[in-house]
């Protein structure tokens, strides 16, 4: 696997707290992604970065930020989680596009409960 | 606008059975194509892609410009490949760039 972590691995919170995901790379990836994988709906974009401090929204980017002070880190935060964010939430990180490929690598996932 | 689709939420078939895995894209200019694999609990794995024209584990993909299909297949199912396949678009250029685009994916069941 790619050396990719996530942290924490799974959280139970209440509707309306703060959550914040972690995913570190140690391959020095110039892009990576949040997704959140629901049944039915596969995986979904929710934000991307492609270099420190950059940072662009995906398609289901409502009720999340991001932030990437380092290139190995990239942080997910729920500023007020709902119940509908309930969800499992994976990290990827993708190759330099000049190698001409657009494989992304995938963490191990957070399950992430809001009640 | 790019959009991939897996018609088939369900897929099962007997062991040793062929097993074809549909995925349909729209997308403008030239994508590059994926299959991503995730086994039960696990996480997501690259399969393979279309650019590289390897077989993996067995399963082929040929990308078809015509009828915008990429669809997996392997002429004999094994109980292993038992999983949730993701067929995955990335944009070459413009707003897509970095982006993948996943179908709903399909869950592949392999009975003995």
């Known amino acids: 696997d790619a050396g990719i972590t996530q942290s924490p691995r799974h959280k139970v919170t209440e509707t309306g707290t703060p959550v914040t995901l972690r995913c570190h790379q140690t391959?020095?990836?110039?892009?990576m992604y949040w997704y959140r994988q629901d049944p039915g709906h596969g995986l979904r974009l929710i934000h991307y970065?492609?270099?420190?401090?950059?940072?662009d929204k995906g398609e289901v980017s409502d009720g999340y930020s991001v932030s990437r002070s380092k290139t190995e880190d990239f942080l997910l935060t729920l500023e007020s989680a709902t119940s509908s964010q309930t969800s499992v939430y994976f990290c990827a990180i993708g190759e330099d596009r000049r190698s001409g490929t657009d494989t992304q690598y995938f963490g191990p996932g957070t399950r992430l409960t809001v009640l | 606008a790019q959009r991939v689709t897996q018609p088939e939420k369900l897929l099962s078939v007997f062991k040793g059975a062929p097993v074809e895995l549909k995925c349909n894209y729209s997308y403008s200019g030239s994508p590059e194509l994926f299959w991503y694999v995730q086994y039960s609990r696990q996480r997501l794995q690259l399969l393979l892609r279309?650019?590289s024209r390897e077989s993996i584990k067995g399963f082929t993909a040929d990308l078809n410009k015509g009828e915008t299909s990429f669809h997996l297949k392997k002429p004999f199912a094994q109980e292993e490949d038992s999983a949730m396949y993701y067929c995955?678009?990335?944009?070459?250029?413009?707003?897509?760039?970095?982006?993948?685009?996943f179908g709903r994916g399909t869950q592949l069941t392999v009975w003995p």
């Open positions: 995955a678009l990335s944009g070459r250029g413009g707003s897509t760039l970095g982006r993948l685009y």
């Open positions: 391959e020095n990836h110039r892009y």
């Open positions: 279309h650019i």
């Open positions: 970065s492609y270099g420190v401090k950059d940072t």
